[in-house]
């Protein structure tokens, strides 16, 4: 199957995917997401799974408690669809759209689920960039970058390519575990090129768990891996997901056996119809100590958390103690937006 037909025909509907997984799904205002391979996978793996968990709705998901912009993304948005929080680099979020609806995403609240591209108003996204020399690095973000054709990113390379400022690119995408045949030969053309013309493009794919690489996704690891691309991973602690030392351990170690170095885990963001998948910082933190010292330092992903009032990412692990909050919390955050809620697995 194409990934064009895997977009159009993934289940979209309470109706649909409760059929298919022979389960009565939870009605919630986030919208249901799901390619028919990938569901195949979640139904096989059942509801305690962490598959299952990540993109199967659950009623939890009503808890009107939360943030609809956890991480405080507005205040720094200057043009339309570029975020630039830091000084040389931008997120260009070119799509809003994703192969996948998961349930914790932090842009719950924003993402469309109409295919809106980048569409009109690029120019003043592009002009932004040309006025912003200091912007060195562009990322492409979204939604998920790799919802765009190979031609429609080919157009995007070649604007961005115009602006002699831009050495780097990188893109954020979950697509290899989602729709693993996207990264197809185009696409990798379309990288071998413009490998050429950047000084580097990294590709840093989101997963959270070890049982979201099945073959196919191993194969599209291998793709990318032939390619002229620094590739790494970030995945979101989630609770009943991953919130593990195991689950950690399994993850990373698959992840360097396919050259994919880990570069952010990231505390789950407070974002409305999330709220179930937070835990505590300290649970995070003695989790995140022992990986340091079961892994070895390149393996190791940065453990951070960002903050909802748009100060970006922060170490969240304080080796100074496992209850610390520092400045950094008593400034920003209450406490107590990092407490416990929802259920535990443990
Ligand atoms: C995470 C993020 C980046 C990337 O930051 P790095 O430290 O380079 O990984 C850039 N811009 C925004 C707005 C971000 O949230
Ligand atoms: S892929 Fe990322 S942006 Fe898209 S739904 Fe998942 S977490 Fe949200």
């Known amino acids: 199957m194409s990934w064009q037909k895997e977009l159009r025909e993934a289940y979209k509907s309470i109706e649909e995917l409760s059929a298919f997984l022979n389960y009565p799904i939870a009605v919630t205002p986030f919208p249901i997401l799901i390619p028919r391979p990938l569901a195949q996978k979640i139904k096989l793996a059942g509801p305690d799974s962490a598959l299952w968990k990540q993109f199967v ?12 912009d956890p991480i405080g993304d507005r205040p720094h948005q200057r043009a339309p669809r570029v975020i630039h929080r830091y000084t040389n680099r ?11 609806h998961c349930r914790y995403c932090f842009r719950q609240n924003e993402l469309s689920p109409d295919d809106v591209l980048f569409n009109g108003k690029g120019d003043a996204s592009l002009q932004y960039l040309r006025e912003n020399p200091q912007i060195e690095e562009v990322i492409l973000s979204g939604g998920d970058p790799l919802i765009l054709s190979n031609s429609k990113l080919d157009q995007i390379f070649t604007q961005l390519a115009n602006i002699d400022s831009i050495r780097y690119l990188r893109f954020h995408s979950r697509m290899p575990v989602i729709i693993p045949g996207r990264v197809d030969g ?3 053309e379309l990288i071998k090129k413009w490998s050429r013309h950047f000084q580097q493009i990294s590709f840093v ?4 768990h070890n049982s979201e690489i099945d073959s196919s996704v191993e194969a599209a690891f291998e793709r990318l891996n032939s390619l002229p691309l620094q590739l790494m991973s970030q ?3 989630l609770r009943g997901v991953n919130d593990s030392l195991e689950d950690l351990l399994q ?3 698959k992840l360097i056996a396919f050259k994919i170095r880990p570069l952010y885990l990231h505390h789950p963001d407070q974002v409305r119809g999330g709220m179930h998948f937070t835990l505590p910082l300290e649970k995070g933190r003695r989790i995140y100590r022992e990986l340091r010292n079961l892994l070895p330092g390149w393996a190791i992903p940065q453990y951070v958390v960002d903050l909802p009032d ?3 990412k922060t170490e969240a692990y304080n080796p100074e103690g496992l209850q610390f909050s520092g400045n950094f919390l008593d400034r920003h955050l209450r406490d107590t937006q990092f407490i416990d809620r929802g259920p535990s697995k443990n």
Request: glycine fraction near 10%.
């Open 251 to 253: 993850l990373f170690k």
């Open 186 to 188: 185009e696409f990798s």
């Open 235 to 237: 995945s979101v602690l």
């Open 90 to 100: 931008a997120l260009l979020l070119v799509t809003n759209t994703c192969p996948v």
């Open 205 to 208: 794919v989101h997963l959270n």
């Open 57 to 68: 709705p659950d009623l939890f998901e009503n808890d009107p408690q939360g943030m609809a």
């Open 310 to 312: 748009g100060g970006g």
